[in-house]
Nanobody
């Protein structure tokens, strides 16, 4: 089992920045990929970005490319999402997830989520 705990959410004005953290514990040897997702009220969950656990390969959704950056610190078993130039439409609950297989779109473990609210 893998446990994921997100932190760093909050209220910020449009144009501001936040950094989300996701600390992993448990059977982290089984993780090959970490991802960030978000879900706004009344909308489906949306992929934001992912990163390989070992090599640092990253991919960002077009909606956040150039504004958000995913990174990881393996020494701390932590993945980050640096969010700059935030927009009101970025308001959502942000979830961290871990996948056992890099090539799969399925994520096996999920955090509890952290709220990000961007005011206009």
């Amino acid at each position: 089992q893998v446990q994921l705990v997100e932190s760093g959410g909050g209220l910020v004005q449009a144009g501001g920045s936040l950094r989300l953290s996701c600390a992993a514990s448990g059977s982290i040897f089984s993780i090959n990929k970490m991802g960030w997702f978000r879900q706004a009220p009344g909308k489906e969950r949306e992929f934001v970005a992912h990163i390989s656990w070992s090599g640092g390969s990253t991919y960002h959704a077009d909606s956040v490319k150039g504004r958000f950056t995913i990174s990881r610190d393996n020494a701390k078993n932590t993945v980050y999402l640096q969010m700059n130039s935030l927009k009101p439409e970025d308001t959502a609950v942000y979830y961290c997830a871990a996948a056992q297989r890099w090539e799969s779109s399925r994520y096996n473990y999920w955090g509890q989520g952290t709220q990000v609210t961007v005011s206009s």
